[in-house]
């Protein structure tokens, strides 16, 4: 089963709040991701990093921000969240040969 | 920068029936690979294909990478009610692991 973990699941949360998309990985893989994904769409890469201290912005312009202090941890974080950040985050892990991703984030911003 | 599409967007077959979905990227790609997503789920990696030409099958799944290892395929032989959800293919640039997912097909399957 997957060894990589996201909270909450769900979240509903006002405009203008602060919020913090948990994502963790028990198998030490030094490269992980966060996707946005709308529903029913594709999937686009808003930051990833490569081990400790290293994150990089994705293909897709994102206003939120990761942190990458641990191996295991790679928190996303939105400072004022919006109706246009409504959407589900997913997170994943890679050590080859593919990605294994969380559970994931449905995120509304109300 | 990179793009990766796929044909069809959704296709809706009788059980029994078979599938393809077709994935184009913009450029040449270092390996391909293929996820199932499952109706509110998250994406399940299905198998990577590497090599120019390259055909490989799990079970009723066949999937090939082209010649230019700049398209792919997936078919599903004989579906099940179990096939459904929505497939994507993920091309490699070989750009440190940095995918790009295609646009998805949307498999239904019904009785």
């Known amino acids: 089963e997957a060894d990589i973990y996201q909270t909450p699941r769900y979240l509903v949360i006002g405009t203008g709040k602060k919020i913090t998309l948990e994502c963790s990985q028990t198998m030490g893989h030094d490269k992980m991701y966060w996707y946005q994904q709308d529903p029913g769409m594709e999937l686009h890469l808003i930051h990833y990093?490569?081990?400790?201290?290293?994150?990089e912005k994705g293909d897709l312009s994102s206003e939120s921000t990761v942190s990458r202090i641990r191996t295991e941890h790679f928190p996303l974080t939105l400072e004022s969240a919006r109706p246009s950040h409504t959407s589900q985050y997913l997170c994943a892990s890679w050590d080859g040969p593919g990605y294994t991703f969380g559970s994931g984030t449905r995120l509304t911003v109300v | 920068g990179q793009q990766v599409m796929q044909i069809p967007q959704y296709q809706h077959v009788q059980e029994g029936e078979d599938f393809t979905t077709y994935c184009n990227s913009s450029t040449t790609l270092s390996n391909i690979q293929w996820y199932k997503q499952r109706p509110g789920g998250h994406p399940v990696f299905l198998i990577q294909l590497v090599k120019s030409g390259e055909v490989k099958k799990q079970k009723r799944l066949t999937f090939q990478f082209g010649e230019a290892k700049k398209n792919s395929s997936l078919h599903i032989t004989a579906t099940q009610t179990t096939d459904v959800g929505t497939y994507f293919c993920a091309g490699d640039t070989g750009t440190a692991s940095k995918l790009t997912f295609g646009t998805g097909t949307r498999l239904q399957v019904t009785l």
């Open positions: 990093s490569y081990g400790v201290n290293s994150t």
